[in-house]
């Protein structure tokens, strides 16, 4: 049997492995040739294509992305695991996550090679069928959020205390492991937000070690609430909008956590600083009663907007240690991020908590 998760495209476009992984339990199909028609190289890269075949029955997927830590962009990345998460979540979570409703990419193979801990997942290419994909700074209005916050709504409802993935063993990075040891040292993180990314904002926020010990009492802030399954990097260029709602992808750091974690992230990435600032209270009220809609309120909805406020500082860490991502993606999504943290005096918040 050939490798289940190649590190390398060219094995991927293989007839033979696809015939073999992603079109097994198609008995006969004779795959003659693939045509790669978009690619996109980052930590991971995605591949959209399509499949010449023959004996392939009526409704085989011939429009395929497949997503993986190849070649040489991949390489440096496969040890961090994320890919291996995914894979998981794709094999093990999303069919379930599917049947109570979320808007999911129709996942054909996911497989995880044991030899070197590499992730691959296979999906149905949605631009095929009209999906319609975001980037991360695509202009986003407040109704989409109105949309993708249903989205979120949805996966926490399904995902808490009493349901079948709640204690579904997820790996990964998380808010705990972060505020445990920072993603990157934290001289290099100063050195970063003493740099253009960090100008627009105030001092205060431009201080590596202060912001990672906020993580720590943001951790704690919400250390014995109820949790659920959040994405973990909801910001818009993980969205798409087909059949008139918002889906959801890049599953790379699903985490048990505080449902803010999710919604603070979303709304103050894919807002613009002043969309977030005239809408955030109406588009958090909105989320609140979508739960309420499925069933599982927030108990604590008089506390919910100081648990949003907190919760901008997972976001803005994130971002702030990022590196491989374009330049004004970063810095756009560190100003947005940062000035939220402001805006709500986070730091403040997290530690007045603690005391």
Known sequence: MSNPAPLRLAEILEPSWLEEHVYADIPGVRVTGTTVIWKQENTATKVRLTVEAENAPAGMVRALCVKGMLDESGAPWVKNGV?????????????????????????????VDPATGH???????????????????????????????SELARLHAATGPGTPFHDYPVQGTTLASMAALSLIPLDLLQEMLDGPRGDPLPGALRDAARLHGALARLQARFSGSVTC??????????????????GIIDW?????????????????????????????????????????????????????????????????????????????????????????????DSLARVAAAAI
């Open 252 to 344: 790379q750091i699903p985490q048990h956590g505080h449902w803010a974690l999710d919604v603070a992230y979303h709304v103050g990435a894919a807002l613009t600083v002043e969309d977030r600032r005239e809408h955030e209270r109406v588009l958090l009220e909105h989320y609140l009663d979508a739960r309420e809609m499925l069933g599982v309120p927030v108990a604590d909805r008089m506390g919910a907007f100081a648990d949003y406020g907190a919760a901008m500082l997972y976001g803005y860490y994130l971002w702030g240690i990022t590196r491989r991502v374009q330049q004004d993606v970063t810095h756009e999504f560190v100003k947005r991020l940062g000035l939220a943290v402001d805006d709500h």
């Open 229 to 246: 399954l959040v994405h973990g990097d909801a910001h818009a260029g993980n969205l798409y909008f087909h059949e008139g709602g918002a």
């Open 83 to 111: 890919s291996r998460t995914e894979a998981h979540f794709y094999s093990d979570l999303a069919p379930g996550l599917r049947a109570a409703g979320l808007r999911l990419p129709d996942c054909l193979y996911s497989a």
């Open 119 to 149: 992730g691959l997942v296979v999906m149905r290419d949605m631009e095929s069928v009209g999906a319609r994909f975001l980037t991360a700074l695509t202009p986003y209005t407040a109704e989409q959020a109105r949309h993708s916050l």
